[in-house]
């Protein structure tokens, strides 16, 4: 069975501060697909990244970095120098091949405080 | 990205009556879109999995009877909430799966805000 695990409820920073956001996920299947969503307040998830389990670079882009560990079975999200606007509930997601759904974590609500 | 639309964003109805939300990919075309429920402060719960020109997949513990799902176009899905009860009041998202050669991802509609009196 497939598992996403968010552990982090809730983080509260100021901004300008760097945060990681993890992401623990559990499959066997050896071809998978990692996704992060962002929900802010006004409900709609918006896409940031996908990674399929066979490319482990890490990814930049702009303020975002993305660590992608397959030993730890990890996937990581860091914000740099944090910004109001990214006050958010982020969401990591799991997908397996040849499957149509979505297994999400349960989500984390970052709040960044001016 | 691709974008997905739904209709109505927010909708306020009388216990017992049917309500419809759309779903539409506006830029590409999807034969397979996903209905989920959001309850406050919690994560996406998956419903139902809409084919184009098939039946929906439902989730186990999701009355088919009760949501009803229509997919008759490849930019089109419906959910209606048939007879609707206080306890459907909820966050209703759609998503679109787009897939370009070997890369899929599903991109999500804003959601509909469902208020039952």
């Known amino acids: 069975a497939q598992k996403v695990t968010q552990a982090q409820t809730e983080i509260s920073v100021v901004e300008k501060e760097d945060v990681t956001l993890d992401c623990v996920y559990e499959?066997?299947?050896?071809?998978?697909?990692l996704f992060w969503y962002k929900q802010p307040p006004s409900g709609e998830l918006v896409f940031l990244i996908r990674?399929?389990?066979?490319?482990?670079q890490n990814e930049i882009s702009g303020r975002y970095s993305w660590n992608f560990q397959k030993s730890t079975s990890s996937f990581n999200f860091t914000i740099t120098a944090s910004q109001v606007v990214d006050s958010a509930v982020y969401f990591c997601?799991?997908?397996?091949?040849?499957?149509?759904?979505?297994?999400f974590g349960t989500g984390t609500r970052l709040q960044v405080f001016p | 990205g691709a974008v997905v639309s739904q209709h109505p964003s927010r909708v306020i109805c009388k216990s017992g009556t049917s309500v419809k939300i759309e779903c539409r990919s506006l830029?590409?075309?999807?034969?397979?879109m996903f209905w989920y429920r959001q309850f406050p402060k919690k994560s996406l719960m998956l419903m139902a999995t809409?084919?184009?020109?098939?039946?929906?997949?439902?989730e186990q513990g999701v009355e088919k009877d009760k949501f009803l799902i229509n997919h008759a176009s490849l930019t089109l899905s419906t959910l209606t909430v048939t007879s609707a009860h206080p306890e459907d009041s909820s966050f209703y998202i759609c998503?679109?799966?787009?897939?370009?050669?070997?890369?899929?991802?599903?991109?999500f509609g804003p959601g509909t805000r469902l208020l039952v009196l």
């Open positions: 998503s679109a799966r787009e897939r370009l050669a070997d890369q899929e991802t599903q991109y």
């Open positions: 499959t066997r299947d050896t071809t998978y697909y």
């Open positions: 990674r399929n389990s066979f490319d482990e």
């Open positions: 997601a799991l997908s397996v091949e040849n499957t149509d759904k979505l297994i």
């Open positions: 830029d590409f075309q999807a034969t397979t």
């Open positions: 809409s084919n184009e020109g098939s039946k929906a997949t439902y």
